[in-house]
């Protein structure tokens, strides 16, 4: 079984920094891909930032240059660093790791909790 849990989620004052951690465990052989996407309310889930397990990365035009995405291999861990904060960042955050699990002997996208981001003065 596989299990995605992030952290740092909460209330940020506009143009604040938080970083988000997720860390997947469980019976994970690899991780390819491994992403942060965001739900705003009455809008689709939109990627915000991807990394490979290589460090190619991938942004939203909307996160450029704001938002740096990484991940610790060693920890199955991937963080984004959110900079200059706006109240259009408002939404719930969701992990994505795209891995294989050896104990159902198979790839798949995995998804955690979701942890919410308020930006608000």
């Known amino acids: 079984q596989v299990q995605l849990v992030e952290s740092g989620g909460g209330l940020v004052q506009p143009g604040g920094s938080p970083r988000l951690s997720c860390a997947a465990s469980?019976?994970?052989?690899?991780?390819?891909?491994m992403g942060w996407y965001r739900q705003a309310p009455g809008k689709q889930r939109e990627l915000v930032a991807a990394?490979?397990?290589?460090?190619?990365?991938n942004y939203a035009d909307s996160v450029k240059g704001r938002f740096t995405i990484s991940r610790d291999n060693a920890k199955n861990t991937v963080y984004v660093q959110m900079n200059s904060l706006k109240p259009e960042d408002t939404a719930v955050y969701y992990c994505?790791?795209?891995?294989?699990?050896?104990?159902?002997?198979?790839?798949?996208?995995?998804w955690g909790q979701g942890t919410q981001v308020t930006v608000s003065s």
């Open positions: 994505n790791a795209d891995l294989y699990d050896y104990t159902l002997s198979r790839r798949s996208d995995y």
């Open positions: 469980g019976s994970i052989f690899s991780i390819y891909a």
């Open positions: 990394i490979t397990s290589r460090g190619s990365t």
